[in-house]
């Protein structure tokens, strides 16, 4: 298999009329792509019209503006995440609260839109938290596939999954298990697709993967021993891989605990991870603002692209059409631009 090439097809700049702004985080799903930034609302764009006719790349506005979502976050948002199926995301803002987001569809017009399903807030002061036996802060977000569970790490290590579906029963979704991790900031967190595992990397450069099922500490992993900012399990659960400031990216395989790869070509801390459909590749995203593709049956780079010298802060692939031959993803960062990329044909 020869190395791949990747094309600019399109950008998105920074709104002209709005200060400017990182892009901190991205979330995709089958038919949108939600952006997260410094700005306190959050973005929606389409991208329907590229899995359906993805010809459409020439247009001059192939990922339309579709949503706004106003005043999501007042001081933010640093991450957003969508569940596989794209119905269900969480937002977490600058102002320690995650707001959790449902895709409704109008029963007339039959137009889909994000609306608010509840939000989890902070304690205010340290006598509510001690009541309520709350935890710090929320940071790093995952949703399971269909959203129902949220995985939110913590300032003071904690891992808490809530149930999204409990917000009509109170204020706060309901908190089903805690995870503890020996205190130290847990930067990155994922759940596995099939729904049975907790991931959180932490700023000791430790990772641990827990049960869901049994609610106990499966593995704890070594390889990494700086911050470790983003992770991302497979399509199939097999792996997880977890990259951060050692600038490699380690592979391990989910049921023995092995560590199996390590990926290295990074010349800067690795900012953000994502599978591709079938697991086959790993998009990667530094703080140098290069992009890299890798090959997990090669265990090596087969493409690089320079997006610029700001951070890349998120990296995402993009939904596959079954009219889409080609993959594609999408970068945010320091510019508050999105570039959009396509395989190049016949590569």
């Known amino acids: 298999m020869s190395s791949k090439q990747y094309l600019q097809t399109h950008t998105l700049p920074p709104d002209p009329s709005a200060p400017s702004a990182d892009v901190f985080s991205l979330a995709t799903t089958p038919s949108h792509l939600l952006v997260a930034s410094g700005h306190s609302s959050i973005k929606v764009y389409s991208t329907r019209g590229q899995t359906i006719h993805p010809d459409s790349a020439e247009d001059e506005h192939p990922y339309p503006l579709v949503q706004t979502l106003e005043k ?14 794209g119905r269900v995301a969480a937002s977490g803002g600058f102002g320690g609260e995650v707001r959790v987001w449902e895709l ?14 509840g939000d989890i807030l902070p304690p ?38 809530y149930d999204t579906t409990t917000f009509s029963k109170g204020p706060t979704a309901e908190r089903i298990t805690q995870y503890e991790t020996k205190g130290s900031f847990a930067l990155s967190v994922d759940l596995s697709p099939d ?25 704890s992993l070594t390889g990494l021993l700086k911050p470790v900012r983003t992770l991302k399990f497979s ?8 990259a951060g400031d050692a600038r490699i990216i380690a592979l391990y395989d989910t ?13 800067s801390w690795v900012m953000s991870l994502d599978w591709n459909w079938s697991g086959e590749f790993l998009v990667s995203g ?17 493409a690089t692209q320079t997006e610029s010298e700001k951070c890349l802060w998120a990296v995402k692939w993009l939904a596959k059409g079954a009219a889409t031959r080609s993959e594609s993803f999408v970068t945010a960062g320091g510019e508050g631009t999105l570039a959009f990329y396509r395989e190049a044909a016949g590569t």
């Open 235 to 242: 399509p199939l659960n097999r792996y997880l891989a977890a």
């Open 195 to 219: 729904g049975n595992m907790t991931a959180s990397g932490h700023q000791n450069g430790s990772v641990y993967i827990f049960s869901n099922t049994t609610r106990r500490l499966i593995h």
């Open 124 to 161: 205010k002061t340290k006598k509510e938290r001690e009541a309520q036996n709350a935890s710090g802060e929320s940071w790093a977000l995952a949703l399971s596939e269909n959203g129902q569970y949220l995985a939110a790490s913590t300032h003071d290590g904690k891992v808490n999954v």
């Open 104 to 117: 409704s569809q109008d029963s007339s017009s039959g137009e889909e839109t994000w609306v608010k399903r």
């Open 255 to 267: 049921k023995s605990g092995e560590q199996i790869a390590n990926l290295s070509g990074h010349a």
């Open 286 to 302: 530094g703080y140098d603002g290069k992009v890299k593709i890798w090959s997990v049956e090669r265990r090596e780079c087969v």
């Open 72 to 85: 999501a976050h007042p001081l933010g948002a640093h991450h957003i995440c969508a569940s596989i199926d």
